[in-house]
């Protein structure tokens, strides 16, 4: 099996650790965030964590839950947002999951809150920045074009990250 390292330039914890950050990391997606609360409650950073994540079914997909619950239970992990494809008859995705909170997760961004995607490119990552979009629209009260420059602004602080593949 072949296997390289792909750097991915400048997809870190901001440097303050008061800041929230929301995290969307469906399947494989979910790695560089283990990492992310890892270092977070190694550093004792205060700031709100907040992870988007999902796969096919919770039986046999739900990577790291042990984890993951625990990080949750100890408050590390501030709030998990699950959306399993394949447990049900129709498609959740993990943007659905952030529009049914498009209110909070809104509140979050006007706090300063960091925005990260991990995974797949084609797919998720498009419809995930579709659905930010979406709630820079209908939760901040923007245009079309408003909410496009909003979250350009945020790429441009470097608020809005992606290591998408
Ligand atoms: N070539 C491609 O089109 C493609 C697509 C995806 C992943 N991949 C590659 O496959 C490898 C493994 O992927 P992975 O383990 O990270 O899992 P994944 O295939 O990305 O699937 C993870 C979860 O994302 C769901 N998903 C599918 N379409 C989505 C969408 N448009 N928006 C949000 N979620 C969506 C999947 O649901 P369902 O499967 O039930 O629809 C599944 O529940 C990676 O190397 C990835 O790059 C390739």
Redesign the pocket.
């Given at each position: 099996m072949p296997v390289f390292v792909q750097k991915s330039h400048g997809f870190r914890l901001p440097e303050n650790g008061d800041l929230p950050i929301i995290m969307v990391g469906?399947?494989?997606?979910i790695a560089p965030f283990r990492a992310f609360l890892e270092e977070r409650c190694a550093t004792g950073a205060k700031g709100r964590n907040w992870l988007f994540f999902?796969?096919?079914k919770s039986a046999s997909?739900f990577l790291y839950r042990e984890e993951l619950q625990a990080m949750q239970a100890e408050g590390v992990l501030t709030r998990l947002d699950l959306?399993?494809?394949?447990d049900q008859s129709e498609?959740i995705?993990?943007?659905n999951r952030m529009l049914q909170a498009a209110a909070e997760l809104w509140n979050w961004l006007e706090a300063g809150a960091h925005f990260y995607v991990c995974?797949?490119?084609?797919?998720?990552a498009?419809?995930?920045d579709a659905a930010l979009h979406q709630i820079v629209q209908t939760e901040g009260g923007r245009s079309a074009d408003q909410a496009v420059d909003y979250v350009a602004q945020l790429k441009k602080d470097k608020r809005y990250l992606r290591d998408v593949?």
């Open positions: 469906p399947g494989t997606g999902g796969d096919q997909d959306a399993f494809s394949r498609k995705y993990v943007q995974g797949d490119a084609k797919r998720m498009k419809d995930v593949y």
